[in-house]
């Protein structure tokens, strides 16, 4: 499985942009990058996916570097709400068995 | 449209016992996942199932089994707790099965073993 390595916690200031990196050197070409996140006793909510190329859509953007080792996943306007755990996963064919890390903690401050 | 709806919320099980878990996907979703979720760590994966098939199976012992239904609703089953089992347990379903299709994962079920 292709590992991930992200920073075990981040703070944001509410209004700006919060800018989560991963690292996953190991990805194999076909792999997608998935990010969720997960507020306190509640499931993980999906956020985004991509496999090559930049993708946005209503709650995020995320830039995956061209050599694929590493992407960032972009919250264009932090607010309070966005306050959670956020974890980048790689997905592994073929039993989409997804491997969870220990996610990032952002704190999105006032 | 629901999405994933998982029962019981909550679970309190006595060492030895057995608990069977239930999930319902989002409709139109065939594959169902199964994860449990220690506290203070991420989401470790279970079982995958697909139309009814299992297609994946974490590192966890055979105490650990689960089944998927011609609706498409699934059962996790526990025998044989053990006060580790203690954790919350997720479901998740996806549209198809493979590497291009998101989980959308339920609230989960607490259960604690005692």
């Known amino acids: 499985d292709a590992k991930t390595t992200q920073p075990p916690s981040m703070d944001c200031a509410e209004g700006r942009a919060a800018n989560l990196p991963c690292n996953h050197s190991?990805?194999?070409?076909?792999?997608?990058v998935y990010w969720y996140r997960q507020i306190h006793s509640q499931g993980p909510q999906y956020i985004i996916h991509?496999?090559?190329n930049n993708e946005t859509n209503e709650m995020a953007s995320l830039i995956i570097t061209e050599d694929r080792k590493s992407s960032t996943l972009i919250l264009p306007h932090a607010t309070l709400r966005d306050t959670a755990v956020y974890y980048c996963i790689v997905r592994v064919e073929p039993a989409g068995k997804s491997t969870f890390g220990d996610g990032t903690t952002l704190t999105v401050k006032p | 449209d629901a999405g994933v709806t998982q029962s019981p919320t909550h679970l309190i099980k006595t060492r030895g016992q057995q608990v069977t878990l239930r999930c319902s996907p989002i409709?139109?979703?065939?594959?169902v996942s199964w994860y449990q979720q220690v506290l203070g760590q991420g989401p470790q994966f279970i079982f995958q199932?697909?139309?009814?098939?299992?297609?994946g199976r974490g590192n966890f012992p055979d105490r650990f089994s689960a089944r998927q239904f011609p609706n498409y609703s699934s059962e996790l089953n526990v025998n044989a707790l053990l006060l580790g089992d203690s954790a919350l347990y997720l479901c998740?379903?996806?549209?198809?099965?493979?590497?291009?299709?998101?989980?959308?994962f339920g609230n989960g079920t607490r259960l604690t073993v005692t």
């Open positions: 991509g496999l090559k």
């Open positions: 199932y697909y139309e009814k098939e299992e297609r």
């Open positions: 190991t990805i194999s070409g076909n792999e997608y």
């Open positions: 409709s139109g979703h065939k594959s």
């Open positions: 998740a379903s996806s549209l198809l099965g493979g590497k291009n299709s998101p989980l959308h």
